[in-house]
């Protein structure tokens, strides 16, 4: 793939692949019997609305095509554990496998560690297919990401109702204007707002500055990407983020997650 190529639809096409192969070995009425069997679900929702603090959504990747290999040695278990003694909101594993090394058994692994201690479990990943959802929620997912930019319309709506179907919170991402008006639609309780540009994987603050400003008050607004300190933080909650989803950051940080994660569940963000 050519630098600076559109890399979110090479994500997009190598996706569609996968899950046509998954089907083959895992019928979707499986996964359908699955998530009918889970009683429980963390609402990310609430959790944040209870929070009088900035909500934190600790992120664990291996990788990433803008910073390359973050912790090839990720015991994702061993990190949600982490996760939670060091007060995140909720965790978001990313099992988009191609382009971040990601797995659903990531997932899975994780769930055992935030089901019990009432932590919602984001999944993150390309999310285009029903199936995709009934299989994060199969394996353990209380959150599902839905990103603007890489449905249509009509698909969007769809795979909305079928997450509040399953009782499933949704984190509904865009990056400009354009994608705003087309999540609105629908009313949305959770935006988020990515710094990041999933085509060209540059990042700037000003991207949620420039837009939080359009949402309602009583809709969640997530910061996405980007944040590299606590200033950077600091500046997301004071144009508006009730929470904030970091990842690449928090895998940085070895012997200092403890303290960097304590600082940002302590900043005040009402």
Request: aromatic share 6%; proline share 3%.
């Amino acid at each position: 793939m050519k630098k600076n190529e559109n890399i979110l639809s090479e994500i997009v096409k190598k996706r569609l692949i996968d899950i046509e192969q998954k089907k083959t070995f895992i019928n979707k009425n499986e996964l359908i019997y699955k998530c009918n069997q889970i009683a429980n679900i963390n609402s990310l929702e609430k959790k944040i609305n209870t929070n009088k603090n900035m909500s934190v959504i600790a992120e664990m990747k291996r990788s990433s095509p803008s910073a390359g290999i973050l912790k090839e040695n990720l015991i994702p278990k061993n990190r949600a554990k982490e996760y939670h003694e060091f007060g995140a909101t909720g965790i978001s594993v990313l099992t988009e496998p191609d382009f971040f090394n990601g797995s659903i058994l990531d997932l899975k692994e994780v769930a055992k560690i935030s089901k019990p201690n009432g932590v919602p479990l984001l999944c993150k990943d390309f999310i285009i297919d029903e199936y995709q959802i009934y299989e994060a929620k199969a394996n353990g997912a209380d959150c599902i990401l839905l990103i603007i930019g890489i449905l249509e319309p009509e698909q969007y709506k769809i795979l909305y109702a079928l997450c509040k179907q399953l009782e499933l919170d949704v984190i509904v991402e865009i990056f400009d204007e354009k994608e705003l008006d087309i999540a609105m639609e629908i009313s949305p309780k959770i935006i988020g707002i990515n710094n990041r540009n999933l085509k060209t994987l540059n990042t700037s603050l000003e991207v949620f500055v420039n837009l939080s400003k359009y949402i309602p008050d009583n809709i969640i607004k997530i910061a996405e990407s980007g944040m590299k300190n606590i200033d950077d933080i600091k500046c997301m909650k004071d144009y508006g983020a009730n929470g904030i989803l970091i990842g690449e950051t928090l895998m940085k940080q070895n012997n200092d997650l403890s303290s960097f994660m304590k600082k940002i569940t302590t900043i005040t963000s009402k």
